[in-house]
């Protein structure tokens, strides 16, 4: 049975205020693979859009450089970098993701800049190394 | 010995494409900056958009213990709530549509000189033979029947998408996500532009 975790807004708008210095907490890389960590809706999201785009850059060199060609290729991208971002947050992060707006809300989180990223590094790169 | 590598790529426009949109962009959001962001009124609308979201978002987090009294009294606050932030979202689009078109003029001009730089002539090579919707402007104004030659409107756009939603979201100026009209494809911030 998935274990579920729900973030507790009240709990960090506490810390917040209790701040002497009235910033956040220093974002910590180990939060990243952290079940445990709490996640302010803001911060997830940029989370799960920076590794979209991650995915977008580094799946275009790739499929550029091979190159892979056709339609299905995109698809495929579409396909794996849904399943990069699901995985991620469902099962390394354990997120209750009714407390971040549903499945929906977190597998959009960058998607269309993503699809544009993939797309660009994959016709330039099969553009320029292949003619 | 680059220029020779440069000028033996069939496709080495694409290049000189991405390089102007990267320029356009940064130049774009240089200007957005001066006009939108660095005012106290952006700054004061924003806050008050993502204030109003964390609290709805808060207030919508239901106790099924609670009573029928509550419940109404906290359903009329969570929609005053909504339409404060309605109305911040609605003042914070039209204080940049005021402010945003110098960025539109930027674009048109920079265009239009691609446009008369690579009309008519593919600047790269598109992997698959995109849908008839998309082939509309990937094809835009090029001869032949090759489904795979790319326009300048295409790159153009592609790049326009990528660089600059990343660059917005990267410098911190992405439109806040209670805002309306963040929806699933969330362009560019189109009233910075």
Redesign the interface.
């Known amino acids: 049975m998935r274990e579920r975790k729900s973030v507790k807004?009240?709990l960090q708008q506490q810390q917040q205020q209790e701040d002497q210095n009235g910033h956040l907490s220093p974002f910590k890389l180990a939060k990243l693979f952290d079940p445990d960590a709490s996640w302010d809706?803001?911060q997830l999201?940029?989370v799960l859009?920076w590794i979209r785009?991650a995915l977008a850059l580094l799946c275009g060199l790739l499929?550029?450089a091979i190159?892979?060609?056709?339609?299905i290729?995109?698809l495929l991208f579409v396909v794996l970098s849904s399943g990069v971002i699901y995985g991620y947050y469902a099962l390394i992060l354990k997120i209750d993701e009714e407390e971040f707006g549903g499945h929906g809300a977190l597998l959009?989180e960058g998607?269309?800049?993503s699809v544009?990223?993939f797309?660009?590094a994959?016709?330039?790169v099969?553009?320029?190394a292949?003619? | 010995m680059s220029s020779t590598l440069f000028s033996s790529?069939?496709?080495?426009d694409?290049?000189t494409v991405?390089g102007i949109s990267i320029c356009t962009a940064i130049v774009c959001e240089a200007i957005s900056w001066l006009l939108i962001y660095r005012t106290s009124s952006y700054k004061s609308l924003k806050s008050t958009i993502d204030k109003a979201s964390?609290k709805l978002?808060?207030m919508k987090?239901t106790d099924p213990s609670t009573a029928t009294l509550v419940k109404k009294s906290k359903t009329k606050k969570i929609d005053r709530v909504e339409s404060s932030l309605k109305e911040s979202s609605r003042d914070l689009s039209m204080f940049k549509f005021k402010s945003g078109g110098v960025v539109a003029l930027v674009l048109f001009v920079v265009f239009g000189l691609l446009n008369s730089l690579f009309e008519g002539k593919p600047v790269?090579?598109?992997?698959?033979?995109p849908i008839k919707l998309v082939q509309k402007m990937s094809h835009r104004g090029l001869s032949g029947d090759d489904m795979t030659d790319?326009s300048m409107a295409f790159?153009y756009f592609?790049?326009s998408?990528?660089i600059r939603?990343?660059l917005q979201?990267f410098l911190g100026f992405s439109p806040p996500?209670g805002a309306a009209g963040a929806g699933?494809?969330?362009?560019p911030d189109p009233k910075s532009n």
Request: hydrophobic fraction near 45%.
């Open positions: 807004f009240n809706k803001d999201g940029d859009h785009q499929w550029g190159p892979l060609v056709g339609g290729w995109f959009q998607l269309f800049a544009s990223l797309l660009l994959w016709i330039l099969y553009s320029l292949h003619f | 790529m069939k496709y080495s694409s290049l991405v964390k978002e808060t987090t790269a090579k598109i992997p698959f033979v790319c790159l592609l790049c998408i990528s939603t990343n979201k996500r699933l494809f969330p362009m």
